[in-house]
């Protein structure tokens, strides 16, 4: 496979990082990657490994904040600045191969970003993939009004604390994970924290007009991400084309699990299944 890498200026001028792995023969889909909170876009190598030697071509952003782009780490000052960064990311990648329409994959606070970025550009798109995704659930209400207020007074002030335990049920790859210079290890700030559930509300509203084919693919065991929270969203979604699995005993990072060959497989046959347009 071919790899290449290049930056861009996001919203207010900062510089990201996108990277993308191309087939040596003809490119048979591409695949826009957003990672989750505190990570970034090179932790996808058994999805590249599995996909790029069939056709695929894969590219992936480091968010604002993350691996190797600008801006304080961890800190999503606006979610609707990642979402634009990400579609200035994707006008690139599909400038890349004749503007056609390519297809998001969204992990964690990256399903938020695409799930964003599909009601807003859904021409932009022929398909949409989500692995559990942050695109619903809420906090208590006295919660939400001190992070809100923790939000506009001290943005950078660390709340809650994501144990690294929970990415994984393979230790190896909770090792890799914590040892990774490029991740974030500590407590979310308080402006991202804020910023992650502000749109989920409007997401909840607006997804009965989700129009977009759209597979969804969500660990029942997921403590970082639970299940329970995203499900109204889920079932609110009109795609007549909607395909939800979840996994049993499964944790956050699905494609990082033990069981990861699986539920890859079950994310190619989708894509077999839905071809570039």
Do not use: C
Not at 32 to 42: L, P, R, T
């Amino acid at each position: 496979m071919k790899r290449t890498d290049w930056r861009l200026t996001g919203h207010g001028g900062v510089e990201l990082f996108a990277q993308g792995w191309l087939p040596e023969g003809p490119v048979r889909d591409v695949i826009a990657i957003a990672h989750g909170f505190a990570e970034h876009g090179g932790r996808y190598g058994n999805l590249v490994e599995r996909l790029v030697p069939h056709g695929y071509a894969l590219y992936a952003l480091d968010h604002r904040g993350h691996g190797r782009s600008g801006g304080k780490r961890a800190l999503v000052d606006r979610m609707a600045w990642v979402i634009e960064d990400f579609h200035k990311f994707v006008s690139e990648v599909r400038a890349r191969h004749g503007g056609q329409r390519i297809k998001l994959l969204g992990h964690s606070m990256g399903g938020n970003v695409a799930f964003g970025y599909a009601l807003r550009w859904p021409e932009d798109l022929s398909g949409l993939i989500l692995s559990g995704p942050l695109i619903g659930g809420s906090a208590p209400a006295g919660q939400r009004l001190i992070v809100k207020l923790l939000s506009a007074i001290a943005p950078g002030l660390g709340t809650v604390a994501l144990p690294p335990e929970a990415v994984s049920r393979d230790p190896a790859v909770v090792k890799a994970y914590a040892a990774d210079p490029l991740v974030t290890i500590g407590k979310v700030p308080a402006r991202t924290a804020h910023e992650l559930f502000a749109p989920l509300p409007g997401y909840l509203a607006r997804a009965p007009g989700m129009k977009v084919p759209v597979l969804i693919q969500h660990g029942e065991a997921d403590a970082l991400v639970p299940l329970k929270g995203a499900r109204p969203t889920i079932d609110a979604i009109g795609a007549s084309d909607k395909t939800v699995i979840t996994y049993p005993g499964l944790f956050h990072e699905i494609y990082n699990e033990p069981e990861k060959d699986a539920v890859i497989g079950d994310l190619t046959r989708w894509l077999e299944a839905h071809p570039a347009d």
